[in-house]
């Protein structure tokens, strides 16, 4: 998921299918696409049917009311309702020029607001939330290579370039988040434990939690997680 290449963010998803009935495969990705932009998502759609030439004299409303109720109730949920491409017409720039104006109809319906990172679902806003930290926090060396890129390359090739240096840095941000999230939350189900562990062995009279406290300890300092750790991270420290 892209966070540099959307700011500030999405305003519009554009779901394209061709014209006919929705497919297991439609459905399979519609719930995906739920899962990973959260609920929300279908306030900033706007259907895309591909394949007009299939119409055969009828119109577009006609094919939606004699379709499937599946097809109909995904249609219902988009805000942006629906549009459709006649791919053998393509000099016809008219679809082309409708489709942008509803698409500023739908920014217009949405205050003019972009998809920002609060609507996505909890997992993936707090990733996203820490994806976009350390981008900041490496914003100077980012700078550098920016300017880097600059004094060598000109116009549309700098550009390209551009682009690939933040799709990668993009991507090992995210990778870094996703990695530091997974042994913050490992790092806590072990301190659970080792509480645990701790009350037993008072309870008990045994050293074994102590052991297992320690073991802890250890694992944090392999991993060089700080003991406050909750406050090193922003999205920990918010919930404490």
């Keep these: 998921m892209r966070v540099k290449l959307q700011e500030p963010g999405l305003h519009v998803f554009v779901f394209v299918v061709p014209l006919g009935r ?28 591909t394949h007009g030439d299939r119409l055969e004299g009828k119109t577009i409303n006609q094919v939606i009311s004699e379709s499937d109720d599946n097809l109909c109730n995904f249609i219902r949920k988009c805000s942006g309702g ?7 017409n393509p000099e016809d720039q008219l679809q082309v020029t409708h489709f942008l ?4 109809t739908l920014v217009a319906l949405n205050g003019g607001g972009h998809y920002h990172t609060k609507l996505y679902p909890k997992q993936e806003h707090t990733i996203r939330e820490r994806q976009e930290n350390i981008l900041a926090e490496r914003s100077r060396a980012i700078n550098c290579n920016l300017e880097g890129l600059k004094n060598n390359y000109k116009e ?4 390209m370039k551009i682009r690939e240096l933040w799709r990668k840095e993009d991507e090992n941000a995210r990778k870094d988040a996703e990695k530091e999230i997974r042994i913050s939350m490992v790092f806590r189900v072990l301190l659970l434990l080792a509480l645990m562990a701790l009350l037993l062995g008072c309870v008990l009279k045994i050293p074994v939690g102590y052991q297992f406290a320690g073991a802890v ?11 406050n750790f909750p406050n090193k991270i922003p999205w920990l ?3 404490n």
């Design 101 to 104: 104006e509803k698409i500023q």
């Design 156 to 159: 549309e090739e700098l550009k």
């Design 22 to 49: 929705l497919t297991q495969e439609d459905e399979d990705t519609h719930r995906l696409i739920k899962a990973k932009f959260g609920p929300r998502v279908w306030d900033y759609t706007i259907v895309l049917f």
């Design 237 to 239: 420290a918010k919930k």
């Design 82 to 88: 629906f549009h459709v491409f006649n791919n053998k």
């Design 217 to 227: 300890i250890r694992i944090g300092m392999f991993f060089k997680i700080p003991l």
